[in-house]
DNA sequence: TAGATACCTTATAG
DNA sequence: ACTATAAGGTATC
């Protein structure tokens, strides 16, 4: 096994707990297995765990917040993984800055001050996002555990078993009953069918990250089972688009009861004004913070 | 091109 | 106990 830690100093303040459990990630499991289960159940020192394949064989990596800072173990030298994923070099004091200066938005980072935006693996965002419609927090991340459990590679580590997120090809060859078995509804065919496209290379979301914002979004609704906003998620969860800003039910609300301006009928449209008004390059960051606070 | 509707499943409210 | 409702929307008509 190796371990580390990484001294938080020069990237403070950070919420491991308000990071991984709001809604952006689906990849990371709580040890004690109680995340999501009880709002507001302190997990400030709890291990969390990912199993990732930036490395040639699939690593487990485990990471909790302490005092000092972060500590981490791993079958893989997991270190610059952390800071990638965790986007630990974000001068949080200098994106806020850029946010405007109302009380919505000052008392979400606030409420949540330290949490940082995740840079997930861009597939594994593609079919967690896509899950993600009409679903609740809980139940998303429920449905990526049963996706690994049952798909996914296993891996060894510390007297455990983990489980990978399952690839392209080893969903494109499931069948939409399979997937339905799981609870995954409606969205089965569109998993299977979009895991079909990447396997066959119709498409890959990292073919978007070096597009112009809006035309990413647009690449990526090409992939069945997604719209204009979980190709925001995508592109924010995933590919470094930090202006992007999805639409959801709970944006929507704020958008009706605080920023009404905003609300030009379309998608489209509303985003732009609502980027402009968040800031434009970070507005994803205060949507993150905003969309964590109303939930 | 804009607008309405169906869609799996389950937790929660009433 | 039982029904209605809504959940980080999208595809289809």
Known sequence: MQTGSI???????????STVESGQSYLW???????????????GSAWYTTVSRAFEDPAVIRVRQVDAGLEWESNADAESVLRSRLRLTDDLHAIRD????????????????????VDDPAFETLISFICSAQMRVGRIHGMQQALCRTYGESVEFDGRTYDAYPRAETLAA??????RDLGLGYRAPYVQQTAEMVADGQGHPEEARDLPYEE?????????GVGEKVADCILLFALDFTEAIPLDTWIRTA??????????GNYA????????????TYAGYVQTYVFHYLR
Request: hydrophobic letters at 30%; glycine letters at 8%; proline letters at 6%.
């Open 7 to 17: 001294d938080l100093g020069p990237y403070e303040p950070f919420d491991l707990q």
């Open 29 to 43: 499991d709580r040890e004690d297995g109680r995340m999501y289960d009880e709002p507001g159940a302190y997990g």
């Open 98 to 117: 850029t946010a405007p200066d109302d009380d919505v938005v000052q008392n979400s980072f606030d409420a949540y001050w330290g949490m940082r935006l």
């Open 174 to 179: 499931t069948t939409e009953a399979e997937l």
């Open 216 to 224: 990413a979004r647009e690449y990526l609704t090409r992939f069945v």
């Open 255 to 264: 958008i009706e009861e605080y920023y009404p301006s905003c609300d030009r």
């Open 269 to 280: 449209e509303t985003s732009r004004a609502l980027r402009e008004t968040f800031g434009g």
